[in-house]
């Protein structure tokens, strides 16, 4: 008993010493993200060495979701059906610019172009964009000379292209020789000739079916760009992980992942 008792007394001194003493020690926890499993029932068909791992973002850069799947991180999925889905409406918007292009072409040779020529209006040659875009513009061509025969004799009805060419040409140079010189630059050839006049609704239609094919190359530009960003996002997905941690856990597998404090 005396034994219980000095034991006793020495703990009613000693205890107000130790609660008087402040703590310094502030609970920590620590939040680990790691894109390895951890146990059998979650493993997944593939490992992924942390050397190959660092080639993630350029196979990730060349096609999209690949640096993912690397990793063994699900978000590949969202990424190759992006790239999917953009191909294909790219290749969607590329064939009808190109039917659209094909329809309005057609309409031209046989209703603008067709008075021009003896033989088939099929077999007229074909030009780039630009002509077409002056057919949107000017109802008639106009001649290319006045005169059939001798020195040209330029257009002058400023309401066709060549009238409007020879207008503008005399306006910008001072003499008769450089004017002419540019208006037999930028003037129509007679196998490129064409009129509208009798032709108002057609004329009409080639507009809307112009306008269908600009639609449709703008919306295939817009595609590629969804392709690019998706590319480069994938890209900086894959590299953002990699810089995060890369280590190998005691199993085999990679684990990508990063420890926050607080």
Same mark, same amino acid.
């Given at each position: 008993?005396?034994?219980?008792?000095?034991?006793?007394?020495? %703990?009613?001194?000693?205890?107000?010493? #130790?609660?008087?003493?402040? *703590? $310094?020690?502030?609970?920590?926890?620590?939040?680990?993200?790691?894109?390895?499993? +951890?146990?059998?029932?979650?493993?997944?068909?593939?490992?992924?060495?942390?050397?190959?791992?660092?080639?993630?973002?350029?196979?990730?850069?060349?096609?999209?979701?690949?640096?993912?799947?690397?990793?063994?991180?699900?978000?590949?999925?969202?990424?190759?059906a992006l790239e999917a889905l953009a191909w294909w409406k790219y290749a969607k918007d590329v064939s009808e610019q190109r039917s659209q292009e094909a329809a309005f072409?057609? #309409?031209?040779?046989?209703?603008?172009?067709?008075?021009?020529?003896?033989?088939?209006?099929?077999?007229?040659?074909? %030009?780039?964009? %630009?002509?077409?875009?002056?057919?949107?513009?000017?109802?008639?061509?106009?001649?290319?000379?006045?005169? *059939?025969?001798?020195?040209?004799?330029?257009?002058?009805? +400023?309401? +066709?292209?060549?009238?409007?060419?020879?207008?503008?040409?005399?306006?910008?140079? $001072?003499?008769?020789?450089?004017?002419?010189?540019?208006? #037999?630059?930028?003037?129509?050839?007679?196998?490129?000739?064409?009129?509208?006049?009798?032709?108002?609704?057609?004329?009409?239609?080639?507009?809307?079916?112009?306008?269908?094919?600009?639609?449709?190359?703008?919306?295939?530009?817009?595609?590629?760009?969804?392709?690019?960003?998706?590319?480069? #996002?994938?890209?900086?997905?894959?590299?953002? *992980?990699?810089?995060?941690?890369? $280590?190998?856990?005691?199993?085999?597998?990679?684990?990508?992942?990063?420890?926050?404090?607080?």
């Amino acid at each position: 008993m005396p034994d219980c008792r000095a034991l006793f007394a020495i %703990a009613l001194i000693t205890a107000p010493r #130790l609660s008087a003493q402040p *703590t $310094s020690v502030v609970p920590r926890a620590v939040a680990w993200y790691d894109t390895a499993t +951890t146990s059998r029932a979650r493993s997944v068909p593939w490992r992924v060495s942390p050397r190959v791992a660092n080639y993630a973002p350029i196979a990730s850069a060349l096609i999209p979701g690949s640096g993912q799947l690397m990793l063994g991180n699900d978000r590949f999925i969202g990424y190759v059906a992006l790239e999917a889905l953009a191909w294909w409406k790219y290749a969607k918007d590329v064939s009808e610019q190109r039917s659209q292009e094909a329809a309005f072409k057609q #309409l031209a040779r046989r209703q603008a172009r067709s008075h021009f020529t003896a033989g088939s209006p099929d077999l007229l040659p074909d %030009a780039d964009w %630009a002509y077409y875009e002056k057919m949107r513009d000017y109802k008639e061509s106009g001649s290319l000379s006045l005169s *059939t025969s001798g020195p040209i004799v330029p257009e002058t009805d +400023t309401l +066709t292209y060549n009238g409007s060419r020879w207008h503008l040409a005399q306006s910008t140079f $001072s003499t008769r020789e450089g004017a002419l010189q540019k208006y #037999l630059e930028d003037a129509v050839r007679p196998e490129f000739a064409w009129s509208w006049k009798s032709a108002q609704f057609q004329w009409d239609v080639f507009k809307q079916t112009t306008n269908k094919r600009n639609d449709a190359y703008r919306s295939g530009f817009t595609d590629l760009m969804v392709i690019g960003a998706n590319h480069i #996002l994938s890209m900086v997905d894959a590299f953002s *992980t990699v810089r995060l941690r890369a $280590s190998t856990n005691a199993n085999g597998d990679a684990a990508i992942g990063a420890r926050l404090s607080w």
